[in-house]
């Protein structure tokens, strides 16, 4: 009964570091997203990805990098860290577009010093 | 440009008392509307969407098309209910769903 697991919970990167945070999901859901939710702000859409091997940018996706090669993952890669990627993230999944649920992970939250 | 807007941060009442958490979008289509909430140490989740005119835990909300508002309101408050609350709009057959900055319900004892 996992849902979404996102992996680390916490971490700090240095400026210039990369990484990547994980995100799994065990519900079989074509969706899959990931938000930046910075202090006070609405979550913002980072990448999605509608199924295995196709994804697309959302609205900040400066920074970043996704993969999508099977229905369970679907990682975001930092490259060149930066202070401005200082918030948390958050995966979430959906079963289809639209009217469906979106069922999110527990966050990580993200500080680049 | 699509936005949803939550013009409270936080939201302070006492249990018992009668809740309304304002959300106000734009947009120039048809839109699908959902409040998640959030509690303490919890992931963000489902409360209730519009489509399903359901009432969740006593809350419910009503699309007004003409005031572009969707706001969760519930009779009387728990203590239960503070939480992190988040309105979310998604386009009709579309997967980019939009948040509001959030609100924090408080219900004091």
């Known amino acids: 009964n996992a849902g979404v697991t996102q992996t680390p919970k916490f971490r700090i990167l240095k400026i210039g570091q990369s990484m990547t945070l994980q995100c799994a999901q065990d519900m079989n859901h074509n969706y899959m997203y990931w938000y930046r939710q910075d202090p006070g702000m609405g979550l913002k859409l980072i990448y999605y990805?509608?199924?295995?091997?196709?994804?697309d940018k959302g609205e900040v996706p400066n920074g970043y990098n996704v993969s999508r090669s099977t229905t369970e993952d679907f990682p975001l890669r930092l490259e060149l860290a930066a202070p401005s990627q200082t918030s948390v993230y958050f995966c979430?999944?959906?079963?289809?577009?639209?009217?469906?649920?979106?069922?999110f992970g527990q966050g990580t939250r993200l500080t680049v010093v | 440009a699509q936005r949803v807007t939550q013009p409270e941060k936080l939201l302070s009442v006492f249990k018992g008392a009668p809740v309304e958490l304002k959300c106000n979008y734009s947009?120039?289509?048809?839109?699908?509307l959902f409040w998640y909430v959030q509690y303490s140490r919890q992931r963000l989740q489902l409360l209730l969407r519009?489509?399903s005119r359901e009432s969740i835990k006593g809350f419910t909300a009503d699309l007004n098309k003409g005031e572009t508002s969707f706001h969760l309101k519930k009779p009387f408050a728990q203590e239960e209910d503070s939480a992190m609350y988040y309105c979310?709009?998604?386009?009709?057959?579309?997967?980019?769903?939009?948040f509001g900055a959030g609100t924090r319900l408080f219900v004091k004892a």
């Open positions: 979430a999944s959906s079963r289809d577009r639209g009217q469906t649920e979106a069922f």
């Open positions: 519009h489509i």
């Open positions: 947009y120039s289509g048809s839109p699908e």
């Open positions: 990805s509608v199924g295995a091997g196709i994804t």
């Open positions: 979310a709009l998604t386009q009709t057959g579309g997967f980019k769903t939009i």
